[in-house]
């Protein structure tokens, strides 16, 4: 297990300096001017090259990469040419808000799509199972920024129940206004995950519910209630937890989309001004942050299933 978790870790390590690289060059190798664009028409060229040597933009382009890449690891995340200022002053505020908005998706997304899993699994090929398997699935092949114009479109504008953005503008907003906030982009998101943590739920349950150990707690005299909430649960949720985990990748994606629609101060919108604006510290840095979240969680749903699963971990360890 030990080799296992090295492996995944020198894998992450790997995946993180092809990402830094592909993002730098990328990024550079977009057309035009930035110290044009920023400095205006009428900027003399000695303006220009001043521009350019503060952001370091007249050394070659290897020296920049090396350059940035080793700020980077010192957690210097550089600085926004759009503000003037420290990108980290701006990612971080962007950060909090993206976090608040994924920890209320799973709040909404986990409890909601297990127990989706569970009812599907305990009437299994009937109609409320062929509803929520199919609905869910079905859900799930449809974009979020499709769910999110939707939302917006029903229970914003026709029916006008819930707000439609995502962040109260107006005075100090109470915790329940903010959360009211959060509800129609946390059920974009929702709609997308639920169909995959739900069927992987049923069949972890199902699985379990025609095990021995369900068969020998029911000739014992437990009712069928009882052995599925004593034994059934226990055993075929941990499967779901890992599949959770390993979902996160999607829900940060789907973060981005979703922001950007309901107008959310986040890490979605952040990106995509730095993406009109060419701000190379603010856009490589967030992409970067982004893409160690979710390498990190994807090494966390890695190590643990290999926990969880005892044909995994025992092929690991032989």
């Given at each position: ?167 109260p503008t ?55 209630r009882r ?20 979902q996160v ?70």
């Amino acid at each position: 297990m030990k080799k296992y978790i090295l492996n995944r870790l020198g894998l992450s390590v790997v995946t993180m300096f092809i990402v830094a690289t592909i993002v730098f060059f990328l990024t550079r190798i977009l057309p035009g001017n930035v110290a044009r664009r920023y400095l205006g028409r009428s900027a003399t060229e000695e303006d220009l090259v001043k521009f350019n040597t503060k952001f370091g933009l007249d050394e070659p382009l290897f020296t920049q990469f090396y350059s940035w890449l080793g700020d980077l690891l010192t957690g210097d995340l550089g600085t926004s040419m759009a503000f003037n200022k420290p990108a980290s002053e701006l990612l971080l505020p962007a950060i909090g808000y993206s976090s608040r908005l994924a920890l209320m998706s799973f709040l909404i997304i986990v409890p909601l799509s297990i127990a989706g899993g569970i009812v599907a699994a305990m009437y299994r090929g009937k109609l409320v199972d062929r509803i929520l398997t199919v609905g869910g699935l079905s859900a799930a092949v449809i974009p979020e920024f499709v769910w999110a114009v939707t939302l917006i479109l029903v229970f914003g504008v026709i029916l006008g129940v819930l707000p439609v953005t995502a962040f109260p503008t107006r005075g100090d907003p109470t915790f329940f206004a903010q959360i009211e906030h959060l509800i129609l982009p946390s059920t974009a998101l929702l709609l997308v995950l639920f169909g995959y943590i739900a069927r992987i739920t049923r069949a972890s349950v199902i699985e379990a519910l025609e095990s021995d150990y369900m068969r020998t707690a029911v000739l014992k005299g437990l009712s069928r209630r009882r052995a599925v909430v004593t034994h059934v649960l226990r055993n075929a949720l941990l499967p779901s937890i890992a599949v959770i985990a390993s979902q996160v990748p999607y829900l940060v994606g789907g973060l981005v989309t979703v922001e950007i629609v309901f107008n959310y101060p986040g890490f979605g919108t952040i990106l995509r001004d730095a993406v009109g604006g060419r701000d190379y510290a603010v856009l490589q840095s967030g992409v970067m942050l982004t893409s160690l979240v979710i390498v990190l969680f994807q090494l966390a749903a890695d190590i643990l299933f290999a926990v969880l699963n005892p044909r995994i971990r025992s092929r690991i360890t032989e």
